[in-house]
């Protein structure tokens, strides 16, 4: 196998199990680490053989993962974009067979605040949220859909109608040919928008919405960790 950094993503083998980087099945796992000096400081992202798939991160204040401006209550808050792309990564990676769990590593003294026992209905109540934006957007697309198509099939009969018209009074004129083919062309090419609507646009929607939902219905486990001053406490 290639070297691998610790900023590679795990690789999934022809069974669908996770490669752990830098090790075998049965060695410590490396932690795949995320940037400089930011929320990829903080966050350690992983997935485990277990009966779900875990995206752990490690933090050292739960502020880390919300966005600092935003006004709202802490329920309320919206992640920070470097969170939310970095978990939203990891788990459209992961499969569907199994359920998304969230570890969350961070100080003891933190596990204790109010703030650590509504990170669950945060995560929840985000992703949730995000995923009714998106169910919005598919709608929004499916609506313009429909429009689109009123308005190419009403240009492919008046288009069908001219070309029978050409064709009947310019039978022996290659000109008139052209004509027709053309009316045709336009025809059907004004149906080119509804067709790749209704067929391919809104699958990556749906995809990223139901990922919203798994992340919405994961896990959140919080995993206190002895910091540097609790130590020296005790």
Known sequence: MASMTAFDRPLIDAVGMPIRIGGSYGEEPCYACAGEASIRNALVVMTDVSRDHRIELRIDKIAQIF??????????????????????????????DRALRIVIHLPEIEAKTRAAQELGAAFDRYFADRGHSVQREIKELFRVGRRSLGIGITVLVTCLALAHVVGGYLTSSPFGRLVEES???????????????????????????????????????????????????H
């Open 67 to 96: 966005h600092t401006l935003d006004p709202f209550p802490f329920r309320e808050r919206d992640l920070d974009r470097e969170a939310e792309d970095y978990i939203v990564g990891w788990a459209g990676e992961l499969s569907t």
């Open 183 to 233: 009316f045709l062309l336009l025809g059907w090419v004004a149906n080119w928008r509804p067709l790749e609507i209704f067929l391919y646009d809104w699958v990556p929607l749906a995809r990223r919405r139901d990922l919203y939902r798994r992340l919405s219905a994961a896990m959140v486990d919080l995993q206190p960790y002895a910091d540097a001053e609790t130590a020296r406490q």
